[in-house]
């Protein structure tokens, strides 16, 4: 079922943000691989780098020096075209805040990424009403944001990142703004759409939940990538949390 | 399976398809219409010294008019009543225009009008900057964002232009009417009237999209990365 291909790769990657007179590096030389298909989790604490590095890959910012290529699309070539047309088809963005878009209903929200790709109303009524069914928000299809709980915006927000049925979905913290229960809801729908649909999830979180389902964590440092665990490495070092709490 | 993933590199180099980031115009109509109506105060606000600065010219062009129509006429006491009105009028005039005075206050109140505006219109782009953000990381481009605030401007341009024109002609029909009594609206020109309506409406619906040009310039500019930021 999965192809051995790699989505993203990031080659070298350096970021450097001139505040004032200090040059700050936020990231000093990273290489990382993301195979398709895998749910991904971007560790780190705040101020290491963590978020340059996956805006970077959502192709919403560039890197100072060093490549990344999205499906094997170098993301510092591309044109205001060709980047909206990546954002538009091939990556789905989740955010911390879910962003739903106040002024228009949860089917609208929905469908606005399709409008944008050129599909046509009614088509794009229909795939919305079916992605709205698979987040579990069918018969909730009129409601405006407001009149949703959270973790309802959150499904939505989901569904709205599904639309063009990307090949990545990038997710940053989408559980920082939910309860516990609302939040692993949310970790378990992602990872069940990674593996049914084949799409590739990587998350930026300080979320410990989320390590339980992903195929590959990348920990950030300083800066730099201190470890990258798959998911057998990972039961062990959790199970000697969980031994050491105990 | 991976075809199903989403469209592959080929039809990334395509031009034919890399270019297929639309809005169809009757969808962005719609998405401005409703924003509008959404934020229906709020609308309401940015509007309101449109409003009161076209209704203010008009209420001097119409004033003209009306003056026009009873000079019209030809008969001395109505000539009398104007000048009583503070018109100020030669013995050789035939018409009543306007004064240089007049004229400097109407461009000054179109002026404040105007800056009010952009106040409002930059007031309305900080406050949806996640929004604009958000929808910038869907895909749109930097005209679409641009399109969606100039048609919100040119509605509500267009509709408190309308209002504030009719509004201005009314109360300066009543003004007429107050001081030379009903023949002031019976004997107002028609065709002076409609183009002072509509060089009112024009000049409101010229100055709203002038005045959100910039706001708007400012958010179809606006990098998508926005949308990620946590503070509100």
């Not at chain 1, 170098?74 to 980047?83: G, H, R, T």
């Not at chain 2, 002609?169 to 107002?188: E, H, I, S």
Request: contains cysteine.
């Amino acid at each position: 079922m999965t192809t051995t291909k790699n989505i993203v790769r990031v080659t070298n990657v350096t970021k450097t943000f001139q505040l004032g007179k200090i040059a700050v590096h936020a990231l000093k030389g990273v290489d990382l691989e993301i195979p398709t298909g895998q749910y991904v989790s971007i560790m780190g604490p705040s101020g290491s780098g963590k978020s340059t590095l996956f805006n970077m890959i959502g192709g919403l910012d560039k890197p100072t020096s060093g490549k990344v290529y999205i499906d094997e699309v170098d993301v510092s070539q591309l044109d205001a075209y060709e980047l909206a047309w990546l954002r538009c088809r091939k990556i789905g963005y989740i955010f911390q805040t879910f962003n739903i878009i106040q002024v228009m209903t949860a089917l609208e929200n929905v469908t606005l990424p399709m409008t944008f790709a050129g599909m046509h109303n009614d088509e794009a009524i229909e795939k919305g009403m079916d992605l709205l069914d698979l987040v579990g928000l069918g018969d909730r299809f009129q409601h405006k944001p407001f009149e949703l709980s959270g973790g309802q915006q959150q499904r939505v927000a989901i569904a709205r990142a599904l639309a063009n049925d990307p090949a990545i979905i990038l997710a940053d913290e989408p559980t920082g703004n939910l309860d516990l229960n609302t939040g692993e809801e949310i970790i378990s729908l992602l990872q069940n759409l990674s593996h049914e649909r084949n799409v590739t999830v990587i998350s930026a979180t300080h979320d410990i939940k989320m390590l339980n389902v992903s195929d590959l964590v990348v920990w950030i440092r300083d800066g730099r990538i201190d470890k990258t665990e798959s998911r057998d490495e990972l039961t062990i070092s959790i199970g000697r949390i969980d031994a050491r709490s105990a | 399976m991976q075809d199903s993933v989403g469209p592959t590199n080929a039809e990334m180099s395509d031009p034919g398809i890399s270019r297929q980031v639309v809005l169809p115009l009757r969808k962005s109509v719609e998405i401005a219409y409703n924003s509008i109506r959404v934020r229906f105060f709020r609308s309401l606000i940015t509007t309101m010294s449109l409003v009161l600065a076209v209704s203010f010219l008009s209420f001097v062009n119409v004033s003209t008019d009306v003056a026009n129509g009873l000079l019209a006429t030809g008969d001395p006491e109505l000539r009398q009543a104007l000048v009583r009105a503070g018109y100020d009028l030669k013995p050789e005039d035939r018409r009543a225009d306007s004064s240089p005075k007049q004229r400097w206050i109407v461009l000054l109140s179109l002026l404040v009008c105007a800056v009010g505006i952009v106040n409002a219109q930059l007031m309305a782009v900080t406050e949806r900057f996640r929004e604009i953000g958000t929808m910038k990381c869907l895909g749109a481009l930097d005209r679409f964002v641009l399109r969606l605030f100039l048609l919100e401007a040119g509605m509500q341009g267009l509709v408190g232009a309308a209002a504030g024109a009719v509004g201005g002609a009314f109360f300066a029909l009543m003004n007429g009417v107050f001081f030379f009594g009903r023949q002031a609206v019976v004997l107002v020109p028609v065709g002076d009237l409609l183009m002072s309506l509509s060089t009112a409406t024009a000049a409101g619906c010229l100055l709203s999209l002038i005045g959100v040009s910039y706001p708007a310039w400012v958010a179809a500019r606006m990098q998508p990365v926005e949308a990620m930021r946590v503070e509100q």
